[in-house]
Every structure is written in C-alpha cells, then in structure tokens.
C-alpha cells in the first residue's frame, strides 16, 4: 500500500494550505501531525464510506477533510492557519471491518510526512 502525502509548505498565520494524500486504494484515512517536542496527534480522519468525520477540537471550524470522488485520495483543507499548526503532517490509512468507523488509533500505513510551517 502507497500513501503518497504532498501539499505542505510554509504560510503567514490567516492564510490556507491543502494537504493531499493518495491511496493506491480506499481506506479509512487520516491526518496525523506531529510538531517537535511533541507526540503525535490525530487531527482528522474521514470514514472509508466518507460520511462520518472527525477533528480534533484544535481543527473544528478551521481544516476541512474530504475524498475525492474516486474516493481513493483525501485532502485536508487547512484555513485560518495557526503557528501552533507547525508540524509535520502525516496521512495514514486503516484498514476498517465497519464502512462508517472512523478510526482513532490503530492504522496500518502511513505516507511520507509533509511540513507545514505557519510564520506569525
């Protein structure tokens, strides 16, 4: 399985980024991030069906994840950004029993990180 992350880069805090990640199939998908000095924290994860959602409260109201309609790609619309929203940023893919279970641990694959660095 091949998760292949891209959308990183740097951004003054108000602007946006869109992370994308493509699966060479679906899954239930992810957005982990980790900042140095820091664990790693799930900021996102979208169902394999689509419709069921999580954010972590940092990122409500703020990132936005979706599929494609192909439903192997996701992206993470991230708006309003943050310095506190420096990290590197994970995409992980799980495989799920349940179409609409959005898992919060226990992910099989994980793509390459991308850096986000907000400058204030």
């Known amino acids: 399985v091949q998760l292949q992350a891209s959308g990183g880069g740097l951004v003054q805090a108000g602007g946006s980024l869109r992370l994308s990640c493509a699966a060479s199939?679906?899954?239930?998908m992810g957005w982990f991030r980790q900042a140095p000095g820091k664990e790693r924290e799930l900021v996102a994860a979208i169902s394999w069906s689509g419709g069921e959602l999580y954010y972590v409260d940092s990122a409500k109201g703020r990132f936005t994840i979706s599929r494609d309609n192909a439903k192997t790609t996701i992206y993470l619309q991230m708006n309003s950004l943050k310095p506190e929203d420096t990290a590197v940023y994970y995409c992980?893919?799980?495989?799920?029993?349940?179409?609409?279970?959005?898992?919060?641990?226990?992910?099989?694959?994980w793509g390459q990180g991308t850096q986000v660095t907000v400058s204030s």
């Open positions: 992980a893919a799980a495989r799920t029993f349940v179409p609409t279970q959005v898992p919060m641990k226990g992910y099989d694959y």
């Open positions: 199939r679906r899954y239930a």
